[in-house]
T-cell receptor
Framework: GAVVSQHPSRVICKSGTSVKIECRSL??????MFWYRQFPKQSLMLMAT?????????EQGVEKDKFLINHASLTLSTLTVTSAHPEDSSFYIC??????????FGSGTRLTVV | DAKTTQPNSMESNEEEPVHLPCNHS???????IHWYRQLPSQGPEYVIH???SNVNNRMASLAIAEDRKSSTLILHRATLRDAAVYYC???????????????FGKGTHLIIQP
C-alpha cells in the first residue's frame, strides 16, 4: 500500500529558531499533501493544503508566514515552523492523497520548543 | 464536510467483537464514510471506507444503515493492539477529483481490557 514517510519523528528546538519537517510519499506521486497539527488530548486540525508547484492553501487562523510550506516535487512537501515559540509545541502530521484517492498519513513529528 | 457524532469512549474485552457507532444524519449523497484510527503518538491509519453497501476488509467491517444516516465499524475480534482513537469521517470524494483535507472530530477512544 501507499506509504508516507515523515521526518524527524521528534525534535526539540530553542525558542526563536526554525524547524523543518519533511513529508515524503515513498511509492506514489502526491500532487496534494496536507499538514495537520494535534495538541495533547485533542483531535487533528488541518493547517494547510500543499499543492505541488503552487502555493499552499492555509486554513483560517493559520499564519502562512510562520508555517512555510514547500511542495517542490511530486514526492516531497516540507513544513518549516519559523521563529518557533513554546506555544508551537505540538504533534505535526502530514498526509498525502494516493493515486486511488485515499489518504495516507505520516507517523507524525513531535515538536517541543524550549 | 458534514459532521459526525461518535461516543467519546467505549470499552471492550479482548477477543470479543466491538461495534463502534457513528451518526451522520446530514450526510449528502456524494459523501463517503471513512474510518481511521490513531494509536498513541502515531499518525492516523486507514481502516475502511464505504458509500452505500456494507464493506469488509482484513481489518474490519463497515455496516451502513439503509438511509446512510448512521454506520457501525465492527472489529470482529478485538486485540490489545486495537486500542486506539477511532475516527468516523465523511468526505465528498474518495477517488477522482477533489483535494480537500479530512475533518477530524473527537473520535471514540476504544479501550480493550485483557
Amino acid at each position: 500500500g501507499a506509504v508516507v514517510s515523515q521526518h524527524p519523528s521528534r525534535v526539540i528546538c530553542k525558542s526563536g529558531t526554525s524547524v523543518k519537517i519533511e513529508c515524503r510519499s515513498l511509492d506514489f506521486q502526491a500532487t496534494t499533501m496536507f499538514w495537520y497539527r494535534q495538541f495533547p488530548k485533542q483531535s487533528l486540525m488541518l493547517m494547510a493544503t500543499s499543492n505541488e508547484g503552487s502555493k499552499a492553501t492555509y486554513e483560517q487562523g493559520v499564519e502562512k508566514d510562520k508555517f512555510l510550506i514547500n511542495h517542490a516535487s511530486l514526492t516531497l512537501s516540507t513544513l518549516t515552523v519559523t521563529s518557533a515559540h513554546p506555544e508551537d509545541s505540538s504533534f505535526y502530521i502530514c498526509s498525502a492523497r494516493d493515486q486511488a484517492g485515499g489518504y495516507t498519513f505520516g507517523s507524525g513529528t513531535r515538536l517541543t520548543v524550549v | 464536510d458534514a459532521k459526525t457524532t461518535q461516543p467519546n469512549s467505549m470499552e471492550s474485552n479482548e477477543e470479543e467483537p466491538v461495534h463502534l457507532p457513528c451518526n451522520h444524519s446530514t450526510i449528502s449523497g456524494t459523501d463517503y464514510i471513512h474510518w481511521y484510527r490513531q494509536l498513541p503518538s502515531q499518525g492516523p491509519e486507514y481502516v475502511i471506507h464505504g458509500l452505500t453497501s456494507n464493506v469488509n476488509n482484513r481489518m474490519a467491517s463497515l455496516a451502513i444503515a439503509e438511509d446512510r444516516k448512521s454506520s457501525t465499524l465492527i472489529l470482529h475480534r478485538a486485540t490489545l493492539r486495537d486500542a486506539a482513537v477511532y475516527y468516523c469521517i465523511l468526505s465528498e470524494m474518495y477517488s477522482g477529483g477533489g483535494a480537500d483535507g479530512l475533518t477530524f472530530g473527537k473520535g471514540t477512544h476504544l479501550i480493550i481490557q485483557p
